[in-house]
């Protein structure tokens, strides 16, 4: 291996996801929660650019082409590299992808790391994930480790059970607690609206809501499985028998929290969207469209109706990747 001091800079984006069905089990031992995910890989990306140091420091940025540089809620349980009350330092995933890696390969190069953020910050679309995932692609290859997409999910899977799809890309099925991953093989291309909501939401919150809310309702929670007619609909992209089975347990809870977003779901319909949902634990909500077009035109609608930031994007998009070297 060379030394890291031979190279200039290395940069590698990731991909924001939605989950185009997320089932969720009763609350473990552990308190996690069994789920069974559909994951999409989006075409937002999160980009880190790595320069090597003459010393044994791990530094964090965020860079001025940032789109979203703060979460809309100051919430501590927020874990994502530009939320307020999360300083850039270990405790934050593209820090701890670095310093784990360099672990791993029995190493202490520093680095600085710059994040350029397009994936909305709290919003379920796992943007700290992204960027724990390009850092470890980046670093990687800073570093000239050699090491293959599977051996880098098996180490973001320390980091996050976002962060293994955020390296792989595509769609797939997530179990376990989202970690568990099945990649799936598609054709053709979907059309989604994001829309960004105006408070963010910690993901914990959101679980701890919907256990409440079961409680309250008496309602046991079954062991989570996806719809099979789902995951055969996502691998042929047939967005309108998609827009018929997506569903989300974490929605209610969501909603719950944030009653808006109930009404922004019925004005994107409204605005010609095939089905909206609630992605992930919220609050960002994702529109399916019938094609290019439409996604154009449900974006534009929702923005001149509610002046609401909505992001026409593909999918699946690629996962982890170089840019530069």
Known sequence: MRDSEFFGHVTAVAPGKVNMSLRVGP???????EVATLYLAVSLQEEASVVPRDDEAITLSLSERSAFTSAPLDDPDVDDASAPGVP??????AHR????LRDRLGHRRGVDITLTKNVPVAGGMGGGSADAAATLVACSALWEAGLTKEQL?????ELGADVPFAILGGAAVGQGVGDELSPLLTRGELHLVIVPAAAGLSTPQ??????????????????????P???RALCTT?????ATLMANDLQAPAVSLIPSLEDMLDAGLVDGALQGIVSGSGPTLVF??????SAGQVATRLQERTSVWAIPVTAPAPGARLLTT
């Open 27 to 33: 609350l473990r031992e552990d308190g996690y929660h």
């Open 88 to 93: 850039l330092d270990e405790r934050n995933l």
């Open 97 to 100: 992808a670095a310093s784990t």
């Open 153 to 157: 999910a098996e180490i973001g899977a």
């Open 206 to 227: 959101v679980y701890r809501r919907l256990d409440t809310m079961r409680a309250e309702s008496a309602v046991e929670a079954e062991a989570p499985r996806l719809d």
């Open 229 to 231: 007619d789902l995951v």
């Open 238 to 242: 047939d967005a309108e028998l998609i």
């Open 288 to 293: 399916l469209a019938r094609d290019a077009e």
